[in-house]
């Protein structure tokens, strides 16, 4: 049986549909309820950026994990979707904007989660399916559409520089200005722009002479640098302050986070009862956040 068509007519009736109920949409919601000891186990299991914070940006990163979720439908498309999706998706639009406490992702209303990848007509069948993250437009407008096995991987492996989530993320920022041009307007000073325009075709230009270690996919353009540039600042930024020290300086200053400080190199905890829990309160896991699970 051909699932194409079905696919298509699913997606667009799904983006009708949601259109006109986030026109009904009133207030920005905030959360009431205490964060869920689950959702905070999956962190620790899957989220290096979490568990690198302070017990206090923990709590404030909770908060906008539930906040996120609270204005944004998570919706699964030939496939299911369960807490840890949720949770990776919030936490991917989370961590680029994690110091800004007023950040709200205005210009979007749901992510759509597929299977795998799928191509420029949102076919999960056929040839040239190469896309892994979309942010849409036109009647798409709002949405974003991530690949559920591309989600799972940009958290599984830790070294590859690679986050198909935050990348999508990324340009939905840059597109908080109008457009996805690689210049996020609102969180660069303008005295650095024309230095950093001038920074990404010095880049782009290593890329294409095969000097650089970063994706080449960096090179299609500027807002595809700037979101590759931010993967790799997200994952593996010790060594972007390395190799890249100027690329590095920036991107701090246009996200505000001193990440090569942050102890990112925790390998995904396989959480056993009487472990040390993971949030570094001093007790055994089955006493702190796993007591749900052992009570």
């Not at 960096?218 to 997200?234: M, R």
Request: overall charge positive; glycine content about 4%; aromatic content about 12%.
């Amino acid at each position: 049986m051909n699932l194409i068509l079905p696919l298509i007519l699913i997606v667009t009736i799904y983006s009708v549909w949601s259109f006109r109920k986030q026109k009904k949409k009133a207030v920005w919601q905030l959360p009431k309820e205490p964060f869920s000891q689950d959702w905070k186990n999956i962190l620790i299991k899957y989220v290096s950026f979490y568990k690198a914070l302070s017990k206090t940006e923990k709590t404030r990163f909770e908060f906008k994990i539930q906040e996120f979720l609270l204005n944004c439908r998570i919706t699964g498309i030939s496939t299911t979707v369960d807490d840890t999706d949720k949770i990776l998706v919030a936490a991917s639009a989370i961590i680029p904007i994690f110091a800004f406490d007023d950040w709200k992702y205005t210009n979007i209303n749901e992510v759509l989660v597929y299977p795998n990848s799928f191509n420029k007509n949102f076919e999960t069948e056929g040839p040239d399916r190469n896309i892994l993250g979309l942010v849409g437009n036109g009647y798409m407008e709002g949405k974003m559409i991530l690949s559920k096995l591309a989600l799972k991987r940009g958290f599984e492996n830790e070294t590859d520089k690679k986050n198909t989530a935050i990348h999508e993320f990324v340009h939905l920022i840059d597109k908080s200005d109008g457009t996805i041009d690689g210049i996020p307007s609102l969180l660069l000073e303008k005295q650095y722009t024309i230095p950093w325009i001038d920074l990404i075709n010095k880049k782009i230009k290593e890329i294409y002479d095969g000097t650089s270690d970063i994706n080449p996919y960096g090179g299609t353009n500027n807002a595809e640098f700037f979101s590759v540039a931010s993967e790799y600042f997200f994952e593996q930024p010790q060594l972007l302050q390395r190799k890249h020290p100027e690329l590095y300086e920036i991107l701090e200053s246009i996200f505000h986070q001193k990440m090569s400080s942050r102890k990112l190199m925790q390998k995904n905890t396989q959480i056993r009862r009487n472990a040390p829990c993971p949030c570094n309160s001093g007790k055994k896991f089955k006493k702190c956040c796993g007591s749900s699970h052992y009570a």
